[in-house]
């Protein structure tokens, strides 16, 4: 397909996809690859806890097509290995199948499978462009659709688990400077753990959350953390102000329940971390693949939610000097204390050294917190006791971000750190 019919069906699509509905998505990309004198188009999206890719029905119900079209595990398939690497994989049969991911700016979705009889350097391009296209298409019908969501879960969700994950951002976001990629589970069972992230044109911002309790009243209370934090920073509020909203808000609609709390800014100019730490386990520095000993490790103070009587004082803001390339890990105790069969308990240094493994290998921050959590899940022989929750943010002011890459198959020294602020509000 030349260049000038290749825009005509963009055109027709973008202004198709406006009105049709989240089941009719597979359908008029099939359409639109059939256009293209592609053989056929399947989309695959990544379940909740990234092990497979399902693939969307076509249209409401079963069908002998979609029955045709199994799940894909992540691990240990072309599909997955799209997926894992956000990298186009070719191989050839009596057709050609490309497989190539499908992102949202760089939160990843799952991937686009296409058949073609032939192919060229043009219309490898335009497969890139419909797979980036279609990327978007399917997170913005996501945010309403049953049949997308239902089909990136393999069981049902507790009522607390649908209550925190309706509230939480995209897994992953960033730019040409910072990226912020977390990773939550159980992820159908989740009671008082939380995550948020945000971007300005000079700023992120990212909070962890891990809320006392099991139930739903802790995923109240990580709720009302979440709207504090975002209500009072989208009004100009510093850090400071929004742990005294949050404060406030639990004792007077959730009294008794406590929280632990990390709220953080990173200035994407200059690399200082601002951050406040209420009763959390202490963030980590990784830098050139080795944790910074000591690095983010204050004075505690005490969570959120204590009466007023014996709540702390203004929260203690921290500031540090970030170097380009450096990492800042946030967990919940869940991480550490997760215990195997035998008792023996995660711990600190297991989580240092599988991070440090997955990001000396290279791994872009959301591939190595999927392969962290997945480490977590294997020793605890995928039965957490508690909530687990890991953020993972990089400060890469002079690179670009991590980004799709494109290969093909045929199958035939530490430094220094700046000084604490130890500012107190």
């Known amino acids: 397909m030349d260049d000038?019919?290749?825009?005509?069906?963009?055109?027709?699509?973008?202004?198709?996809?406006?009105?049709?509905?989240?089941?009719?998505?597979?359908?008029?990309?099939?359409?639109?690859?059939?256009?293209?004198?592609?053989?056929?188009?399947?989309?695959?999206?990544?379940?909740?806890?990234?092990?497979?890719?399902?693939?969307?029905?076509?249209?409401?119900?079963?069908?002998?097509s979609d029955e045709a079209r199994p799940s894909l595990a992540v691990d240990g398939t072309l599909a997955g290995w799209a997926y894992r690497t956000e990298s186009l994989r070719i191989t050839s049969g009596d057709d050609l199948t490309i497989w190539l991911p499908l992102v949202d700016g760089i939160e990843r979705i799952g991937v686009i499978r296409l058949m073609a009889p032939h192919l060229d350097a043009s219309t490898l391009d335009q497969c890139k462009t419909l797979a980036s296209l279609t990327g978007q298409l399917v997170h913005s019908k996501?945010?309403?659709?049953?049949?997308?969501?239902?089909?990136?879960?393999?069981?049902?969700?507790?009522?607390?688990?649908?209550?925190?994950?309706?509230?939480?951002?995209?897994?992953?976001?960033g730019n040409d400077r910072v990226t912020s990629s977390a990773v939550l589970e159980p992820a159908y069972e989740i009671g008082g753990d939380a995550f948020d992230h945000s971007l300005t044109a000079d700023t992120l911002h990212v909070s962890v959350v891990d809320a006392m309790g099991h139930d739903l009243a802790s995923g109240l209370s990580a709720a009302v953390a979440m709207a504090g934090c975002r209500s009072t920073r989208r009004a100009g509020g510093s850090l400071t102000d929004i742990t005294t909203a949050v404060d406030d808000a639990l004792n007077r609609w959730l009294p008794e329940r406590l929280l632990t709390a990390v709220f953080a800014d990173l200035d994407l100019h200059t690399g200082v971390l601002t951050w406040v730490n209420r009763g959390h386990p202490p963030p980590l520095i990784i830098r050139r693949q080795r944790v910074v000993p000591g690095a983010l490790k204050r004075a505690s103070q005490l969570p959120l939610g204590l009466a007023p009587e014996v709540s702390s004082p203004a929260s203690t803001?921290?500031?540090?000097?970030?170097?380009?390339?450096?990492?800042?890990?946030?967990?919940?105790?869940?991480?550490?204390?997760?215990?195997?069969?035998?008792?023996?308990?995660?711990?600190?240094?297991?989580?240092?050294?599988?991070i440090v493994r997955a990001t000396s290998a290279g791994e872009?921050?959301?591939?190595?917190?999927?392969?962290l959590i997945h480490t977590i899940l294997d020793h605890h022989r995928d039965h957490l006791t508690d909530d687990a929750t890991i953020l993972l943010a990089e400060w890469h002011p002079h690179v670009s971000a991590p980004g799709p890459r494109s290969s093909l198959v045929d199958s035939g020294q530490n430094t220094e750190l700046g000084r604490d602020g130890g500012t107190a509000a």
């Open 364 to 371: 872009p921050a959301s591939e190595a917190l999927r392969r």
């Open 317 to 354: 803001i921290h500031q540090v000097q970030l170097q380009p390339g450096d990492r800042v890990l946030i967990h919940t105790d869940g991480v550490t204390e997760a215990r195997s069969s035998t008792g023996e308990q995660f711990g600190e240094q297991r989580l240092i050294d599988t």
């Open 142 to 173: 996501a945010e309403y659709s049953d049949t997308i969501l239902h089909t990136a879960r393999t069981r049902p969700m507790t009522m607390q688990a649908e209550l925190a994950w309706a509230f939480m951002p995209p897994r992953t976001i």
């Open 4 to 64: 000038a019919a290749f825009g005509r069906l963009l055109t027709r699509l973008l202004a198709d996809a406006h009105r049709c509905g989240p089941d009719d998505l597979p359908s008029l990309l099939r359409g639109a690859a059939r256009s293209m004198g592609l053989l056929d188009a399947t989309i695959f999206v990544a379940d909740i806890q990234q092990n497979l890719l399902a693939p969307l029905p076509d249209g409401p119900g079963p069908s002998a």
